[in-house]
């Protein structure tokens, strides 16, 4: 069965980074784009990033543009997400989901159980 | 950048049947995907482009999308569907591409 795992969440101080990690398996990783998506404490979801099956194709939310970068290892079946210059607005669950559909009818059909980032000094 | 508006709450008593709605400009021709997150869990996906059903999502889930207006239809309420409800695009023409409605909380009274 298809899970997602994320890992890395913590608390770290404004100005600080963390990397955030998410594990694949029951599927072939490297057939799918993959995205994070996350969610601030009491609020709705808000897309981050998408990575294409090879890593070729890439896109940000503007919010996280130039401070946030997604990668992937297809031979770790891994998902990343390295943060810098976090702010407290970055305070959020974060959850990997996987990218399904076909042109213009995309969807995320499994999700990860998130992991928790709070930004605060 | 293309928006989704969704009513922040909805309520219903057990039996009955909600509509979540959600509007955007010409969402009918757009493909509308809904998600149910519970409490403390993470987003299930229950309806994709606009009407289908993922397997092992319940018959009482079914979705519709025309004109400014695409709208979740849970028959047969039951305590167990009380959760919050998103709708989703994919909008090509912003660079967002993945848009998501602000979230409707159905509560079942």
């Known amino acids: 069965q298809v899970q997602l795992v994320e890992s890395g969440g913590g608390l770290v101080k404004p100005g600080g980074s963390l990397r955030l990690s998410c594990a694949a398996s029951g599927f072939t990783f490297s057939d799918y784009y993959m995205s994070w998506i996350r969610q601030a404490p009491g609020k709705g979801l808000e897309w981050v990033s998408y990575i294409s099956s090879s890593g070729s194709t890439i896109y940000y939310a503007d919010s996280v543009k130039g401070r946030f970068t997604i990668s992937r290892d297809n031979a770790k079946n891994s998902l990343y997400l390295q943060m810098n210059s976090l702010r407290a607005e970055d305070t959020a669950v974060y959850y990997c989901a996987r990218r399904v559909g076909a042109s213009e009818v995309w969807y995320f059909d499994y999700w990860g159980q998130g992991t928790l980032v709070t930004v605060s000094s | 950048s293309y928006v989704l508006t969704q009513p922040p709450s909805v309520s219903v008593a057990p039996g009955q049947t909600a509509r979540i709605t959600c509007g955007g400009n010409?969402?009918?021709?757009?493909?509308v995907h809904w998600y149910q997150q519970k409490p403390g869990q993470a987003p299930v996906l229950v309806v994709y482009?606009?009407?289908d059903r993922p397997s092992g999502i319940p018959e009482r889930f079914s979705g519709s999308n025309s004109g400014n207006t695409a709208t979740l239809t849970i028959s047969r309420v039951e305590a167990g569907d009380e959760a919050d409800y998103y709708c989703?695009?994919?909008?090509?023409?912003?660079?967002?591409?993945?848009?998501f409605g602000g979230g409707t909380k159905l509560t079942v009274l």
């Open positions: 482009d606009d009407s």
């Open positions: 010409n969402i009918g021709s757009k493909s």
């Open positions: 989703q695009v994919w909008d090509s023409s912003s660079d967002r591409h993945v848009v």
